[in-house]
């Protein structure tokens, strides 16, 4: 299982310390990828490209700049394209209250994580439609029916 981790590090709640913490965390559900901790390449965005193109879920850190990060937005467009389920993480001001949001959508979605194992969803394949809830309405614009956002 391949797990690509989309976040922005503009807000001062995520930074390499946090980070090295989701990573701690989902590595026991498969192999995290985070780009600020793991790519070495010389061609980094290249490198993200190919991790993200090889992964089998991404997780979202979503805190409130996402929605004005390039790369975050474009790393959604491409999760979208090629219909990566997207569990999204609502990244708190403590790194404890964060991580606490990640383990619990972890566990919530643990069946869902082993189903995804060796497996990419087909376009037209159509897991659910959603509404995702949030204090920023911004969120529900994030959908596709072969997306998979997990509240």
Partial sequence: ??????????????????????????????????????????????????????????????????FISKWVQWELNEAKKRCIPIIIVEAKSDITNTLKNLKSKLATNAYLLSKLENKKLQSH???SDFYLESTSNKLTMIKNTCFLLVK
Avoid: P, W
């Fill in 1 to 66: 299982m391949n797990i690509f981790v989309s976040y922005t590090t503009r807000d001062d709640n995520i930074d390499r310390k946090l980070l090295e913490r989701i990573s701690e965390i989902i590595s026991l559900y498969g192999h995290c990828y985070i780009d600020l901790l793991h790519n070495t390449e010389k061609n980094k965005q290249r490198h993200v490209e190919f991790m993200l193109s090889q992964s089998n879920c991404v997780i979202l850190i979503a805190s409130s700049s996402i």
């Fill in 125 to 127: 394949q159509k897991i």
